[in-house]
């Protein structure tokens, strides 16, 4: 049974800094992509960022870029996302996500974890 399991998150104030963490178990992570993506209230699921875990290639999204940075342990199977210079506008749900393609389209990715809130002041 595939399981991604979030951590991290909170309230924080604008400029400051928060980091997720995202452990998946029963997945093979070797040839998959772990991708974030966040949601706030009355939006649509938006991009953040993705690793190949392979590869460790890495894409943001524009918005994002020069703020939050993608890592992943190979030997614990975790990814994290560092956020950091946090905005309001960051406020979100933010889910982590593993597929087998290197895609922004959250409907490519099977398997989610089950969501971390970020609340940012101002």
């Known amino acids: 049974q595939v399981e991604l399991v979030q951590s991290g998150g909170g309230l924080v104030q604008a400029g400051g800094s928060l980091r997720l963490s995202c452990e998946a178990s029963?997945?093979?992570?070797?040839?998959?992509?772990m991708a974030w993506f966040r949601q706030a209230p009355g939006k649509e699921r938006q991009f953040v960022g993705l690793i190949s875990w392979s590869s460790g290639a890495l894409n943001y999204a524009d918005s994002v870029k020069g703020r939050f940075t993608i890592s992943r342990d190979n030997a614990k199977s975790v990814g994290n996302l560092q956020m950091n210079s946090l905005k309001p506008e960051d406020t979100a749900l933010y889910y982590c996500?593993?597929?087998?393609?290197?895609?922004?389209?959250?409907?490519?990715?099977?398997?989610w974890g089950q969501g971390t809130q970020v609340t940012v002041s101002s």
């Open positions: 996500a593993a597929g087998s393609g290197s895609t922004p389209r959250a409907e490519r990715y099977p398997y």
């Open positions: 029963g997945v093979t992570m070797s040839n998959k992509v």
